[in-house]
């Protein structure tokens, strides 16, 4: 499978991870296309990163996906592209994204599994970004 690997910047790996989790479930939701607009405006990461290009990067993903293999190559080639200081950084991302619409279904926890351990985020940090999550997302009138 090496062979079919792409090659990725961090920022595009990280993009490739948010669009692969948003479309887990069958469809890529409005509240996760805007999720995913504020990360790249919002995260340090993403300072240098053209807005613009968006469309065309989840495209790409989209097609990467639909080939033999498909979310596989998606974690391997963003795995290989990603540092491990921004492992982290990455799944805190793709959380933010699953967690925007409120609802998690059982194939985007799947999704959520498979990246922490493509990117070994350990589970100390996926629960302390998963946390920090919740608490982004609360309104008033959650009370849990």
């Known amino acids: 499978m090496a062979g079919s690997l792409v090659s ?45 290009g968006l469309v065309e990067m989840a495209e790409a993903c989209g097609a990467l996906m639909s080939s033999e293999g498909g979310l596989h190559k998606v974690l391997e080639s963003a795995a290989k592209a990603l540092p491990d200081h921004l492992g982290e950084t990455a799944y805190a991302a793709v959380v933010d994204v699953v967690t925007a619409d409120e609802m ?9 599994e498979l990246i922490r351990e493509a990117l070994k985020v350990s589970d100390e940090g996926a629960q302390a970004i998963d946390h920090a999550a919740r608490a982004r997302h609360m309104t008033l009138d959650d009370e849990s």
Do not use: W
């Open 8 to 52: 990725l910047t961090p920022q595009e790996a990280v993009i490739y991870l948010m669009v692969m989790t948003s479309a887990s479930d069958g469809a890529i939701k409005d509240e996760e296309l805007r999720t995913i607009g504020r990360v790249v405006r919002s995260f340090p990461l993403f300072s240098d990163a053209d807005e613009a």
């Open 104 to 112: 998690l279904d059982v194939t985007e926890i799947r999704v959520l």
